[in-house]
T-cell receptor, first 115, second 115 residues
Framework: GAGVSQSPSNKVTEKGKDVELRCDPISGHTALYWYRQSLGQGLEFLIYFQGNSAPDKSGLPSDRFSAERTGGSVSTLTIQRTQQEDSAVYLC?????????????FGPGTRLTVL | EDKVVQSPLSLVVHEGDTVTLNCSYEVTNFRSLLWYKQEKKAPTFLFMLTSSGIEKKSGRLSSILDKKELFSILNITATQTGDSAIYLCAVGQNAGGTSYGKLTFGQGTILTVHP
């Protein structure tokens, strides 16, 4: 596709449930990033994938958060046993390669609401 | 701790005004500074700056970086209501001589342009 796509666009869940958020990066982009944006805040880095290298998970806030990237393309961010403080917009971005160009192109995000 | 600080946090102007948005940073192994515009969900890329003193321009928007004083400014001249958005500043870093993909974001400046 022309840009980064994410699904679902909105997700409402109950506390304690697991959720999966999906990201389709721009075709040909080898680097993929997940960020979180809480209300009125800037973007908080969560995790990034570069090609076949081990992902940088340094931004994941707890072990309830995990992400995988299958086949070097689509990525899924999973949050287990969701808590109310997980409510935020989860943004995915991709770039040609991590560091070769810092220009990251963002998807529209998934707004997660944990009741 | 790496830090990116934007000011002001919010700004209200009238159409035709000129605005200057500020971004200062304290990070290790600076590589680049980026500006994004966020209207609804997806931040859209505006500029990437890597060298001091070289102004980047796109229409009514321009930006410049000062690597000695560790800041950047984003100027918008002859503002229009369509410029109303959150403007995000982000910094990319090198790590150990290899490229590192994570961007550290500031909290953003909310710009409101009234007709």
């Amino acid at each position: 596709g022309a840009g980064v796509s994410q699904s679902p666009s909105n997700k409402v869940t109950e506390k304690g449930k697991d959720v999966e958020l999906r990201c389709d990066p721009i075709s040909g982009h080898t680097a993929l990033y997940w960020y979180r944006q809480s209300l009125g805040q800037g973007l908080e880095f969560l995790i990034y994938f570069q090609g076949n290298s081990a992902p940088d998970k340094s931004g994941l806030p707890s072990d309830r958060f995990s992400a995988e990237r299958t086949g070097g393309s689509v990525s899924t961010l999973t949050i287990q046993r969701t808590q109310q403080e997980d409510s935020a917009v989860y943004l995915c971005a991709s770039s040609l390669a991590a560091g070769n160009t810092d220009t990251q192109y963002f998807g529209p995000g998934t707004r997660l609401t944990v009741l | 701790e790496d830090k990116v600080v934007q000011s002001p946090l919010s700004l209200v102007v009238h159409e035709g005004d000129t605005v200057t948005l500020n971004c200062s940073y304290e990070v290790t192994n600076f590589r680049s500074l980026l500006w994004y515009k966020q209207e609804k969900k997806a931040p859209t890329f505006l500029f990437m700056l890597t060298s001091s003193g070289i102004e980047k321009k796109s229409g009514r928007l321009s930006s410049i970086l000062d690597k000695k004083e560790l800041f950047s400014i984003l100027n918008i001249t002859a503002t229009q209501t369509g410029d109303s958005a959150i403007y995000l500043c982000a910094v990319g870093q090198n790590a150990g001589g290899t490229s590192y993909g994570k961007l550290t974001f500031g909290q953003g400046t909310i710009l409101t342009v009234h007709p």
